[in-house]
């Protein structure tokens, strides 16, 4: 929910330092809301390029590359 509360507090050290060990650079002032949406964009990123490679290799498989 985009309006819940909780996304316009700022962001908890710990919310910070799980973005920081994925290295999502955050600035000095920022909401919960924004550091959650960085890290949603990170993780689904990851997955996206993961299916990517995956589909990749098997089409190099099957054309004997």
């Keep these: ?25 955050l600035p000095e002032k920022v909401r919960a809301g924004d550091v959650s949406d960085a ?9 996206v390029d993961r299916v990517v490679e995956e589909h990749e290799r098997r089409l190099k498989e099957a054309r004997g590359v």
């Excluded at 929910?1 to 650079?25: C, G, Q, T, Y």
């Excluded at 890290?39 to 997955?47: D, L, M």
């Design 1 to 25: 929910n985009v309006s819940a509360p909780w996304r316009s507090r700022p962001a908890s050290e710990k919310l910070r330092r799980f973005a920081e060990k994925m290295h999502i650079d």
């Design 39 to 47: 890290i949603a964009v990170k993780k689904n990123g990851t997955q």
